[in-house]
């Protein structure tokens, strides 16, 4: 069954140090890999994307997420976190077997706590 | 600015009452979805549509219904709500060849 994990309910890390957020995935075919934010009282915004190319992949606020295909991975990092990187962070993988064209099926998402 | 709209953002009702759930966006999208959001379980896809009149099930359709009547709009349905449907609620669209989905601030639903 294809499938999103994010191992970690809630990630605390200080303000200035790097961080991970850990996402790994099972799906058939080449996957297509996705970070999504969700901070208090809003809807979730893409952070970004992999396809293919490039292990490493830049997004959005500074952050990146590296694709590790013979560990299914596909961890989000930052070289130096905020605390306005607080949030609800969502990794997501295309749907490959099931209809709905593109459709995306969500992690559990992990919480990113930040202190000053 | 390009943006997806939902109404109402907080609803609170008793089982049985109908209600819908309105979602616009202004982005001249095809692709429009409802996902519902639990702790724990992420989000988890309602419904989507591919186009006007054109609407499939999602993962999780049972007690939902949707209508797409124009491209702009996806309304959710609830013909009779109950209790395990208290959840949040998000509507996203999408260019209908882009990965990238563009959320609604979301609707936080409570059912008594």
């Known amino acids: 069954a294809q499938s999103v994990a994010q191992p970690e309910d809630q990630v605390n890390v200080a303000e200035g140090n790097p961080l991970t957020v850990k996402c790994t995935y099972s799906v058939s075919g080449n996957p297509y890999l996705f970070w999504y934010v969700q901070y208090p009282n809003r809807g979730l915004q893409f952070l970004l994307k992999?396809?293919?190319?490039?292990?490493l992949v830049k997004g959005s606020y500074g952050f990146e997420a590296e694709f590790n295909k013979s560990q299914t991975s596909f961890h989000l990092k930052k070289p130096s976190a905020l605390v306005s990187d607080s949030a609800l962070y969502f990794c997501?993988?295309?749907?490959?077997?099931?209809?709905?064209?593109?459709?995306?099926?969500f992690g559990a998402g992990t919480r990113l706590a930040v202190h000053p | 600015e390009a943006q997806v709209t939902q109404n109402p953002r907080y609803l609170i009702t008793v089982t049985g009452k109908k209600l819908t759930v309105t979602c616009s966006q202004n982005m001249n999208h095809e692709y429009m979805s409802w996902y519902r959001q639990d702790p724990g379980l992420g989000l988890r896809q309602i419904y989507y549509?591919?186009?006007?009149?054109?609407?499939d099930k999602g993962d999780v359709p049972e007690g939902y219904k949707v209508s797409r009547k124009e491209k702009r709009n996806f309304p959710l349905i609830l013909e009779s709500p109950s209790p395990n449907q208290t959840s949040l609620y998000f509507c996203?669209?999408?260019?209908?060849?882009?990965?990238?989905?563009?959320f609604g601030p979301g609707t936080r639903l409570t059912v008594t």
């Open positions: 996203a669209s999408r260019d209908f060849s882009s990965y990238e989905q563009y």
């Open positions: 549509s591919m186009n006007v009149e054109v609407t």
């Open positions: 992999y396809i293919t190319g490039d292990n």
């Open positions: 997501a993988v295309r749907d490959t077997i099931s209809g709905g064209y593109n459709k995306l099926i």
